[in-house]
DNA sequence: TTGTAAGCGTTATCAC
DNA sequence: GTGATAACGCTTACAA
């Protein structure tokens, strides 16, 4: 992996027939005299030069270059926030530092020490770790997990998402409900999902029960309890709401095996609104994320670290859509017509 | 966005009582007497100190950073391509900086560049240039798009792909096969798709017709075909072979709304052989590319590029995978029970 | 084996 | 407005 070494500033100063310092001066748009900026320009053009950011950054202590810790990118979920982070992060001349932790607190650790070595001026990072220990080093916004007051964190709205939901099953004339919910045993932002289902449920007087389970479980639990809920081809339930829209579809797959009709006999809402790549549509009725906000203020959190006062948490706005495992108006005259 | 400056290694050795030379040994794992090693790491630890790894770059002429040129992180088979890719270079020592491009050539050079000024030590890209220029300046690696022989390139075995999606289909009992294409004006490697299709058609004797259609076209043309050849709710083709398991989905939503049942009537294959990510399974039957082995094809190629006598390109091979759109045995059976 | 000093490609501070 | 020159933090001869 040979790299045939590129023209540095003194090649072109050499070239141009100026000064080091002049080279640099138009490089960065400081004013000079209009025939040297042209020779300069000549000659970079000549050469082929390209600024030495190692070089720039070393001098400055800026690297225009953001980490962004993942947990995987197979998860859609992490691979769009990613997409529009670095899109983001590219509008404001910045680059991103990916970085894989696979769930791993000790790689996330990892990660976050190799991007202080490599004078990342940011991080952002969506993390399973209970406590990533920050050195406040390094400006640092979270996604969906609250690391404490010092460090600002951006979320969608989780516990009005789990309200929506709520609020929509029974609106749809659900009367019995169902919370279900796998995930990492920490608690992040969106276990607030939980809590605004419940509060709804409360609030409208509408019966309900949760069954929680963590990431180290199997989900054998789920099909269980489900089983034997199920008595001759009915569902003690009328209305689910899954934590995420990937469970929701391996319920719903499930149901269907034991007979059970999806929006018919029991409606289900999910949460996340990743629409399926080929066809562009929700796999279930879901609360839908705003991802390109939570991308937009994370960025903009980070590169305004300065001119917030204090820490925030950024908690955006979801919506619910239609995804053809509830009963609306519109979808009843659709099943009716079948 | 400000950083508390962290302490650099003449800190270190300030505090260890010893020469900057002497540091830069201990970190770099040159030997050193031991009691200087143990007062170093005591230091190194005390202080919190990290290599800066711009100026170590910017002396050794090495960054240990990769660009990865993606036109895009929403479609999963990009996404878990750059997921491998990470986990690959991490794996070697390598950061990844990954530039998204969202398939505009424009910005594929402008990406190009940004790579180039921050030195890193090679590219792995994905692009939909018809000639992206690269100077050759820096060690470039192509995932399915053949440049010419001095770069080398990784890709799926798309011809025997082809040529595996038409035997399987004529195998499963088809007569009359279908080959539709959408995709980029510009022909790459996965091009070579329809090629081996059509080898095989012919090898086999078996009637074949293609459409062929480019990503500023709509996909109306292919609805239209569809439709043209549905009498009586009879399609004239019984297996298709689509281009992407992302049209093969479309495709099968498209014949559903209009009563050709698959694949009892008509029998698809698709091709990338992608997951879903909540049920793990396959959208529809598939070619099955190694995302895997070819980011880890790629990423030997890069790194041991001064190794290759010549550059190469890398053909891996495909697999096929039932997806509940064709008729094999197992799959007769379990639709006859029903 | 340890310490010293030059230099990597920039930027920034000065005299000019 | 322009051109030397000293840093930035590190590696690496080379001298001690």
């Known amino acids: 992996m040979k790299k045939t070494d590129s023209p540095t500033m003194k090649d072109v100063a050499r ?21 040297y900026r042209q020779r300069v320009e000549d000659a970079i053009e000549k050469l082929g030069y390209h600024v030495n950011s190692y070089a720039r950054g070393l001098k400055t202590n800026k690297t225009n270059c953001v980490a962004l810790l993942m947990p995987s990118l197979r998860h859609p979920f ?8 670095t899109a983001c992060l590219m509008k404001h001349g910045y680059r991103s530092l990916l970085m894989i932790t696979n769930y ?31 050195d406040g080093t390094i400006p640092l916004v979270t996604i969906d997990r609250h690391f404490g007051s010092s460090i600002p964190c951006v979320s969608s709205d989780n516990f009005r998402g789990g309200e929506m939901a709520a609020e929509k ?4 004339g659900c009367g019995k409900l169902l919370f279900m919910r796998i995930g990492p045993r ?55 709401f899954c934590n995420t829209d990937s469970l929701a579809c391996r319920v719903i797959a499930f149901l269907a095996e034991h007979g059970v009709r999806v929006p018919q006999d ?53 919506r619910y859509a239609w995804g053809g495992t509830t009963l609306e108006e519109s979808a009843v005259q659709s099943i009716q017509k079948s």
């Open 186 to 240: 920490i608690l992040g932002e969106a276990d607030k999902r939980s809590a605004g289902f419940e509060a709804a449920c409360r609030r409208l007087h509408t019966d309900y029960e949760q069954i929680i389970l963590n990431d180290e479980d199997t989900e054998a639990p789920f099909y269980t309890f489900l089983s034997e809920h199920i008595h001759g081809g009915k569902l003690d339930f009328d209305g689910i």
């Open 169 to 172: 099953l029974v609106e749809l």
């Open 266 to 318: 029991v409606q289900i809402i999910g949460y996340d609104g990743l629409a399926d790549y080929a066809t562009g549509r929700y796999p279930c009725s879901t609360i839908v994320q705003p991802i390109p906000r939570m991308a937009e203020e994370a960025v903009k959190l980070l590169l305004d670290a300065d001119n917030i006062p204090n820490p925030v948490n950024i908690c955006l706005p979801v």
């Open 78 to 85: 992490f691979a769009i926030l990613t997409d529009e982070l």
């Open 15 to 35: 070239e141009a027939g100026v000064a080091l310092g002049t080279v640099s001066k138009v490089i960065n748009n400081i004013p000079v005299g209009e025939s």
């Open 104 to 134: 791993d607190p000790e790689a996330e650790k990892k990660c976050l020490i190799l991007g202080q070595q490599n004078k990342v001026d940011g991080v952002i990072a969506l993390t399973y770790s209970p406590n990533l220990d920050v």
